[in-house]
């Protein structure tokens, strides 16, 4: 069974084989390609797995160091990082694991995150002013540069601690977890952000509510259903709310950085 | 000739005309006599090479500046030194000293260098194609002038804050491109890390440009027109070279980051007031 998955493994993130795989999905220790941080300088082209399964258990340190050993969590297409993009917008699936399984990768949320600091930083700064603009016409531009600051903790920490926080529970629990995947699914949760961001560039008051709180609902429930599915069969449903609500909080610090940024624009 | 030699790693397509280069240099300098071949540097207060065994010596590696390591006369005895890097501003017959030459050569040299390597990456030239030629002699210093004049032209924009504002544009640009070079390592592709600081530093030419005239201008639909055609224009240096870096298939992943950074950096540009 553990073969089954090194064979099929390296069809980059295709959903074809996620059915054949469901039944290997939670079994014990995982290969070298799917824990982190790499074991040993596993690269995944070579004729791999075997050998380096055998190794598991002595964790060799040297393979922290080397770029090579982390290409394994990069080795996408363009065309599978678009699929996934578009299937992260979809609230309700629930199936974002069984697309990620075979092949979960850390480009996703490390350039979504990146993208979202720079997206909330300074589409958020104009879309206060043109609010701002719209009731009082005579303020003047302001960026403050500390707010890529703040966004960029933010942002980073988010997606690099809950995902963590919730791996090390799941362990506790005695559920399975997988640490890449639970960084992939959180990393790929941000992407509605980024469009909503976009969005909430219209000035209406009322409307810009509206965005942000179905964005808000979105994201979550992406988070939760897919973590519900991912847990299936075990009674941690309070860990799912937790997840939902930690989105909800995002969203929350989110548009309470907007209204810093607007008290930061009235200032004389 | 150079097929003589037992390559085991297949040949990028560039190298062989390095080969062919070097191969052509070598044989030019050989025939070519031994004292014309030192560089002009004014005499020193050394060691006398004796310029007598000069004319014995038919390779041109012998004869330099430098003390002969043991009275040997014949030069077929001692073992020729690695030949140097093909050296397009010295003659090849004999090493460059360096290091006791005028400050004011030194400079200009790597000025030079820094022009040169300017017009092969920004400016449209037939060389732009080919990763390997487009280049060759890269240096850190370029990008390192155009990523502080960046920084220091922000924060002069700046009203206030200003040195949180360099500071945040030097950490961008600085970390931006080592990130880059790792995001298309991680891809799988394959570039000289240091060869990709520097194209990525030589790119940002066109944003500082761009920058300068946005601090002199301070109109907000000038910066918008500026920033967006330097920002097409510092896009289109850097694609060539970084798309044929990766497979095909992982271009626009490889791409995507670079136009983020750009962009992100354009719009600096316009906001900081």
């Not at chain 1, 860990?239 to 940024?261: N, W």
């Not at chain 2, 400079?107 to 022009?115: A, E, F, G, P, W």
């Not at chain 2, 017009?119 to 920004?122: A, D, E, G, Q």
């Given at each position: ?120 930083t300074l ?6 002013y ?88 979105a ?19 309070v ?30 | 000739?150079?097929?003589?030699h ?68 014949k ?20 090493p ?8 004011w ?13 300017l017009?092969?990456?920004?400016f ?16 850190l ?20 804050k ?9 950490a961008?640009?600085a ?18 890390f240091?060869q ?19 601090m ?13 055609v ?44």
């Open positions: 069974m553990e073969e089954e998955s090194y064979t099929t493994s390296h069809l980059l993130g295709s959903a074809v084989i996620s059915e054949e795989r469901n039944s290997t999905k939670h079994d014990g220790p995982y290969a070298s390609m799917q824990t982190f941080p790499p074991s040993n300088g596993v690269d995944k082209g070579q004729g791999y797995p075997t050998e380096a399964f055998g190794q598991q258990p002595t964790s060799n340190w040297q393979g922290v160091f080397s770029v090579s050993s982390y290409t394994q969590y990069f080795n996408v297409d363009t065309d599978v990082v678009v699929n996934r993009l578009i299937s992260s917008l979809n609230p309700v699936s629930g199936d974002f694991f069984s697309k990620i399984d075979a092949n979960p990768d850390l480009y996703g949320p490390i350039w979504i995150s990146t993208t979202l600091v720079f997206v909330l589409l958020g700064n104009l879309a206060i043109l609010t701002q603009k719209q009731e009082d016409s005579s303020i003047s531009w302001r960026f403050d540069v500390s707010f890529i600051n703040t966004a960029a903790w933010s942002i980073y920490g988010y997606v690099i601690l809950v995902p963590l926080a919730y791996y090390f529970f799941l362990q506790y629990m005695g559920a399975n977890a997988n640490l890449i995947r639970f960084w992939c699914m959180w990393g790929y949760s941000l992407t509605i952000f980024i469009m909503s961001s976009f969005l909430l560039l219209v000035p209406v008051g009322i409307l810009r509510w509206i965005i942000i709180i179905l964005t808000g609902v994201s979550a429930s992406f988070v939760a259903l897919n973590l519900r599915s991912f847990i299936e069969g075990n009674d941690l449903s860990s799912i709310i937790a997840a939902f609500c930690l989105q909800i909080a995002l969203t929350v610090f989110i548009k309470d950085g907007e209204e810093r940024m607007k008290a930061f624009m009235q200032e004389p | 000739m150079s097929h003589s037992n390559d085991t790693i297949p040949l990028h397509p560039s190298s062989q005309s390095d080969i062919d280069e070097i191969e052509n240099l070598i044989n030019a300098s050989v025939n070519q006599s031994v004292p014309s071949a030192r560089p002009p540097s004014p005499p020193r207060a050394s060691i006398p090479v004796s310029v007598s065994s000069a004319p014995a010596a038919p390779s041109p590696f012998i004869s330099s500046h430098l003390p002969p390591p043991l009275p040997l006369p030069s077929s005895a001692s073992p020729p030194p690695p030949p140097p890097p093909p050296h397009p501003s010295s003659a090849f017959g004999s460059p000293n360096t290091l006791t030459e005028p400050v050569d030194t400079v200009k040299r790597d000025l030079s260098r820094i022009v040169s390597n017009k092969l990456v920004v449209p030239n037939p060389f732009r194609e080919d990763p390997g030629k487009a280049l060759r002699d890269w240096d210093w370029g990008p390192f002038f155009f990523i502080v004049f960046l920084g220091l032209t922000l924060s002069w924009s700046a009203s206030v200003k040195s949180e504002v360099f500071a945040v544009a030097f961008l640009l970390a931006g491109a080592v990130i880059l070079t790792l995001n298309v390592l991680l891809l799988g592709g394959h570039i000289i240091f990709s600081l520097s194209l990525l530093g030589y790119c940002l030419f066109p944003l500082d440009v761009g920058a300068l005239i946005c002199l201008k301070d109109n907000v639909i000038v910066k918008v027109v500026v920033v967006c330097t920002l097409a224009w510092s896009s289109w240096a850097a694609y060539p070279f970084m798309s044929s870096a990766v497979n095909p298939r992982r271009k626009a992943l490889a791409l995507y980051p670079v136009f983020l950074m750009y962009v992100s950096v354009g719009f600096l540009i316009i906001a900081i007031d």
